[in-house]
């Protein structure tokens, strides 16, 4: 940190002892009086600017000495005071009669390189102001509290500490007081919080000021074509943050519910921080996309080497089941045999496929969908032989991909987990996609063992999944989480933890009622994209779910590969489907998936969006945009392209007759264009179309001019 070169405006202390002893009368910002009804702010505390000016924080303390933060956006107020504290069982609330000891700022400016990712290295650009409260009143010591503001220009986060003080060594903490108050109309898209096991839903739109009880990332345009996203960085040891909207447009955090029954609280000892809370804040949704803020909030890498930890693209057994026509569990059917998965192995082989995952190859499936409680993570159907695949694979330089589908039953898996990772890493499998699938018996369910499911989002769970992480990194094993909590950025901190589902991916399209309508897409792009990358499952060139048709063409298969990142990249139809479509299947062959610089062109949540990336291994470019139930004509400037070279564009795109449905999501093109960066690229999607390019580049690089 450099030293402190900001304004922090601090009012005298009279003013502050008048504000902490003003009467009881006004309930400041009391969760049931409107914005525009608010008692007046007090005093403004401290204020902080983000590098460039862009936004700014102020921090305030009102006539009964709560806090407040406000944020202006160019100097305009976009969230206007919103109210700060916490609620305790164990100990009086912090949510009051604080006074101010002290307010510090400094500066960081920082760049680092991750290890995988959209973008090679990421500059963490903030200027930080640490606000910290005495509490008068109950006890002659007082209690502090301190609530840091990281201020980007694109972004704020908070987080309260919790120093180690004699009077609140420990935190029961039963609600957060945490508020967003947004000031100008605005439209919201969003996922409704409070299904206890799962994050797979269409995503809302509504105006924001009929959001209920909603799931972060929340993102919102406001009247005025400002783009905000509402998010928590860095969840670690706490409950997930949702977002119950008070009154007009205020929305407050409410923690997710714990896991265990009776249980209310985060449990928490000091000192300790929260997760930060985020805003996202753009002019434009691309903006929200090239925001860096939600990795910058997140701890460095916490594991050393991670040269093990590769990106790939690879098949599997796996739609098969959601088709319908083999089983997860042993019999007639059975997909994950010896055999079959021998026919993916020589695929991936030939096709330049790193993986194969395997799901069903271990006992315990027959009770999947009850309590997921006979799984077993070390012991094979006897008709999969793993070590012979091992070796099978090997040979051809194909990984096998573990699986454990948990069904949601912690009290089964974690005291397995270790064994199974020991199992999988004897037979060289260096990733696991787990699954925690539980529909049955709703929250907090007992199974037959007395156990209990639990609250995906609650602070149990939040363990739970990182735990998973952590231990399986033990063992040189990668992670993707299916049903998992939701991503705030750790992969930063844990980059074993490559990618998650956490919405609805291409599964939906096999069996889901409905599918995903072509706007989904789009949508993800600036909501659940926001938070991390995604294990969608792309490439269904058959376009062919079970007993229902896929509403997309072709070449928006392939553009998924560039919209929708991941750093693991499933090709998720059967196999023989590619064998039918070489064609667009090259591009799925040659599509890159671990990126150096990364660019959104253009987008709108739930229309449209565009995205330009750069391989990390080679100087190719690639482009992938998708649209909703809508045709779309636009131009692609070029300009991301290297300036000086030539490129050879190979570009897939949809069909003159192209369309959502039947036939005619089958009518693709694919030609070749010289191109460089001073060119425009004409774009034609169709409704539920697509567009994809691969940008390789012609000769030598051109030198560089000293
Ligand atoms: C749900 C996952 O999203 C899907 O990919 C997987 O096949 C099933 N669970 C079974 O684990
Ligand atoms: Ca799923």
Redesign the pocket.
Known sequence: MKSSRLAVSLLTSTLLAAGALAGVAAPAFAADTDVTQRPPVASTIATVSSPSGVLTVDVALDVNGSLAYSVKHMGKEVISPSRLGLVLSNAPKLDRNFSLVEAKTSSHDETWEQPWGEWRFIRDNHNELRVTVAQKGYMKEGRQLTVVFRVFDDGIGFRYEFPDQPQLKHLSIVDELSEFAVVDNSTAWWNAAGEWNREEYPVDKTPLKEVSLAQTPLTLKTDNGLYMTFHEAALVDYAAVWLRRVNGQRLKVQLAPTGEPGKKSVERDAPSATPWRTVLIADSAPGLYMSHVMLNLNEPNKLGDVSWVQPYKYVGI?WD??LGTRT?EAGPKHGATTEYTKKYMDFAAKNGFRGVLV?GWNKGWEDWFATGHLFKFDEPYPDFDIAELSAYGLKKGVHLIG?H?TGGNIANYEPQMNAGYAFYQKYAVDSI?T?Y?ADAGGAQAMGPDGIYFTWNDSQDMVRHYQKVVTEAAKYKIAIDT??PIKDTGLRRTYPNWVSR?GQR?M?YNAWGAPPNAPEHDPELVFTRMLAGPMDY?PGVLSLQGNNQPIASTQARQLALYVVIYSPIQMAADLIENYDKYPGPFQFIKDVAVDWSDTRVLNGEPGDFATIARKDRNSETWFLGAVTDENGRTFDVPLSFLDAGRTYTAEIYRDGPNADMTGDARFDIVIEKKTVTAGDVLPARLAPGGGLAVRFVPQGAAPKKRK
């Open positions: 796996w089941m959601h997860w799901e699986h589908e996609k699954g699938v299916h049903e589902e991916g599964e499952t």
